[in-house]
């Protein structure tokens, strides 16, 4: 497993924003963002594919969040978040396939590794 490295989370009130980083060391077919809120599963939040920076989101996201890659850095892939809400509050996770594994990229299954996560925090 090639570990990933978030940054990012942190403390904010609800209408505030932040940016999540996730890097790695290696090349990365695609990356993307799953988080777990508190009494939930983990779930999906945004993937962006390496070959044609094309970003996929989950429909909660509402056009609140943009997933993109680091222009000096394309190994590192951000999350902007916007308009933050309570129920946004969790902890944030990159995961990443080190090989072509196809979508749907919602999917857990598709991924082979990830990072420790960054805790999220919103208040109202």
């Known amino acids: 497993q090639v570990p990933l490295m978030e940054s990012g989370g942190g403390s904010v009130e609800s209408g505030g924003s932040l940016t999540l980083s996730c890097s790695s060391s290696?090349?990365?077919?695609?990356m993307a963002w799953f988080r777990q809120t508190p009494g939930q599963e983990r779930e999906w939040v945004a993937a962006?594919?390496?070959?044609?920076?094309?970003?996929?989101y989950a429909d909660f996201v509402k056009g609140r969040f943009v997933i993109s890659r680091d222009n000096e850095n394309s190994y590192t892939a951000l999350l902007q978040m916007n308009n933050l809400e309570p129920d946004d509050t969790g902890m944030y996770y990159c995961?990443?396939?080190?090989?072509?594994?196809?979508?749907?990229?919602?999917?857990?299954?598709?991924?082979?590794?990830w990072g420790q996560g960054t805790q999220v925090t919103v208040s109202s």
């Open positions: 995961e990443a396939g080190t090989a072509w594994f196809g979508g749907p990229f919602s999917r857990e299954d598709k991924y082979d590794t």
């Open positions: 290696e090349y990365m077919y695609y």
């Open positions: 962006i594919i390496t070959v044609d920076r094309e970003p996929r």
